[in-house]
């Protein structure tokens, strides 16, 4: 059964450094999003993307989140300077088609900053 | 504006007892699809169910069933004869609006504990 595949599965590092999170969405899927979950709480969304370019982005999303598809196939978040408050659980997702096609989640890469 | 709310942050039910969780939304679109999802201890998010606003038809998968209300703007969620593998958070999302990259909004989860 075809998975959204997502990497590191867990990473620690030091406040103010640049991480990139990893993401393999499932291979017809065109639209693709990435989700944060702080530990214990909602499920929050960041940013959409779809046609190689950013659909809709929340308020977390500011100028230190980037999106990218470098190669048709990888779907990665780039934090440029981590803070403290961006220690989450962090879930990629992909979709067929809209409207609110069923998300098929990734199983998530977990992200400490120290 | 789009809301989903789940007011029963945490429930304790013994092993085959019923448990029925809660889930109302809130969204000024017509045309509309509410989900389930489940995200046990492992962390991941596991699809249950999707429903559009058009189908109110009541759905059941094995010991799992939905009934959606459009009246009450409910989403409720059942596990009949409760098993220890089902303790896990359960989230109801929605996702509204034909017109863009509909992303799904949660709610805040259940945290279901079955005890042996």
């Known amino acids: 059964e075809p998975e959204v595949t997502q990497t590191p599965s867990h990473q620690v590092t030091q406040m103010g450094q640049e991480v990139i999170l990893r993401c393999v969405p499932i291979?017809?899927?065109?639209?693709f999003y990435w989700y944060r979950q702080i530990l214990g709480q909602k499920v929050e969304f960041l940013v959409s993307?779809?046609?190689?370019?950013?659909?809709?982005k929340s308020e977390i999303f500011d100028d230190q989140f980037s999106v990218e598809r470098p190669d048709g196939s990888n779907f990665t978040l780039k934090i440029r300077s981590t803070k403290l408050e961006d220690s989450a659980m962090y879930f990629c997702?992909?979709?067929?088609?809209?409207?609110?096609?069923?998300?098929?989640f990734g199983e998530g890469s977990r992200l400490t900053v120290l | 504006a789009q809301k989903v709310t789940q007011a029963q942050t945490e429930i304790s039910v013994v092993e085959k007892e019923d448990v029925t969780l809660d889930c109302v939304y809130e969204t000024r679109d017509t045309t509309y699809y509410l989900f389930w999802y489940k995200q046990p201890p492992s962390g991941e998010l596991v699809f249950l169910i999707r429903?559009?606003?058009?189908?109110?038809q009541n759905e059941i998968s094995g010991r799992y069933s939905w009934n959606f209300q459009k009246s009450t703007s409910s989403f409720n969620f059942t596990i009949t004869a409760s098993q220890v593998v089902d303790s896990a958070v359960y989230f109801c999302?929605?996702?509204?609006?034909?017109?863009?990259?509909?992303?799904?909004?949660f709610g805040k989860g259940t945290r279901l504990h079955i005890l042996p």
């Open positions: 997702a992909s979709a067929s088609g809209r409207p609110a096609g069923e998300l098929f």
């Open positions: 999302a929605l996702s509204a609006s034909m017109n863009r990259d509909d992303k799904i909004i």
């Open positions: 291979s017809n899927h065109l639209y």
């Open positions: 993307f779809y046609n190689n370019e950013i659909s809709e």
């Open positions: 429903r559009n606003s058009f189908d109110e």
